[in-house]
């Protein structure tokens, strides 16, 4: 069985000028051959992943900004539409639409066939957030007339203000958003049902303990890394998350930036924000990581290398203010991957019956770091 698959987008041109300017024509022919392959891979992208959400400015500023050092070369695209068979350019995009759109389905299935598993595990979750949020979250309070006293605002008496008590407000507005991403690569073929449920019970969770998420898969192909919002922070309809599929290949590091520059594009409702990702810990791209002066012939974006970059990644991150989680659900061989790139602040899980316990377990500890 072939997992992962790409296509090779280098054409070599056969034709040369008898005249001596051969090399000159072909250059050209090479140019133009490069930049039709470029418009096309585009194009089959936007068909299988829906149109950019980022105005083609802001994206060329992300790629200019995020495409550098190890990633030098590959493109960004930052989706929320479905996969459209209509309007696929070719049969190969054509085909993964049709798919997409079968496996949404399967998606939902098997989250009903197992409703009253996915309902309990979203029970358990939300009450464990919830106890924490109420240990850890001081409510806002407002300036009233009656309440709780405040003896900082006594001195305002002398004034004939009597607005020297604090009550509680009847809305908290939250303290942090979740960014949950979601490994869409081919590895995962053999459980996107399995993720896509994942993902929507951490998503109920989170909203009914009034704490904005939204939900993103991520994979790449042809060297595009793609970022897929399935559910924005203002997005009720949680139905969506089943949209996910696993295609390609993933370049974490890439998509984890690509991730925090999506949190600076469109934060969402509250200062702070927490990244939990769902991962086999596994980062591997048919792009390789360009020549450098330490390493001349460049190298795989797999194994040591691949996750020796998507360390360094989660700590960039980690300085820019985002706290960074993962739910490991991967190979034994790959669990020593996880812990380098994610340190303590990740959790293995083997099956959804663990889920509740251990991302309850990640997001306590960083609500107790954020009420801190």
């Known amino acids: 069985q072939m997992i992962k698959t790409d296509r090779v987008t280098v054409e070599h041109s056969g034709s040369v000028d008898a005249s001596g300017s051969g090399i000159h024509a072909d250059k ?15 194009a089959y992208i936007e068909s299988c992943f829906g149109r950019s959400l980022y105005p083609p400015e802001r994206l060329r500023k992300a790629e200019q900004e995020l495409c550098t050092g190890e990633h030098l070369g590959c493109h960004l695209w930052f989706a929320s539409g479905v996969p459209s068979p209509e309007q696929a350019p070719t049969p190969e995009a054509k085909h993964l639409a049709e798919q997409a759109q079968l496996q949404a389905e399967r998606n939902r299935a098997y989250y009903s066939k197992n409703l009253e598993l996915h309902r309990s595990v979203v029970l358990r979750l939300s009450e ?16 009233a007339r009656s309440g709780n006293l405040d003896p900082e605002r006594v001195w305002r008496t002398v004034m004939d203000d009597d607005r020297v008590f604090r009550c509680a407000e009847e ?71 089943f949209r996910y599929f696993a295609s390609g290949w993933n370049r974490d590091g890439l998509a984890l930036r690509a991730a925090g520059d999506l949190i600076r594009y469109a934060p969402g409702p509250a200062p702070r924000h927490l990244m939990i990702l769902l991962t086999d810990a596994s980062p591997n791209d048919s792009r390789r990581i360009p020549p450098t002066a330490e390493n001349p012939l460049g190298c795989a974006y797999e194994d040591a290398a691949g996750v020796t970059d998507t360390a ?53 500890n960083e609500i107790r770091e954020l009420g801190d």
């Open 28 to 42: 050209r022919l090479a140019h133009i051959t490069l930049r039709q392959r470029a418009e096309e891979d585009r």
């Open 128 to 143: 464990q957030i919830r106890n924490c949020i109420l240990v850890h979250q001081q409510p806002n309070a407002r300036v």
């Open 171 to 241: 809305e908290n507005h939250p303290s942090f958003t979740v960014d949950l991403l979601l490994d869409a690569s081919a590895s995962r073929l053999h459980c996107q049902e399995v993720i896509a449920a994942q993902g929507s019970i951490l998503a109920q969770s989170l909203a009914a303990c009034g704490i904005p998420v939204r939900v993103s898969s991520f994979c790449s192909l042809r060297g595009y890394t793609v970022l897929r919002v399935l559910k924005g922070f203002a997005d009720k309809n949680r139905q969506n998350i």
């Open 312 to 364: 360094a990644q989660v700590r960039t991150l980690q300085r820019q203010g985002v706290r960074v989680s993962a739910v490991f659900m991967g190979e034994d061989s790959s669990a020593g991957a996880a812990t380098q790139i994610y340190g303590k602040n990740m959790a293995r899980i083997r099956g959804m019956d663990q889920l509740a316990r251990a991302a309850g377990r990640l997001i306590q």
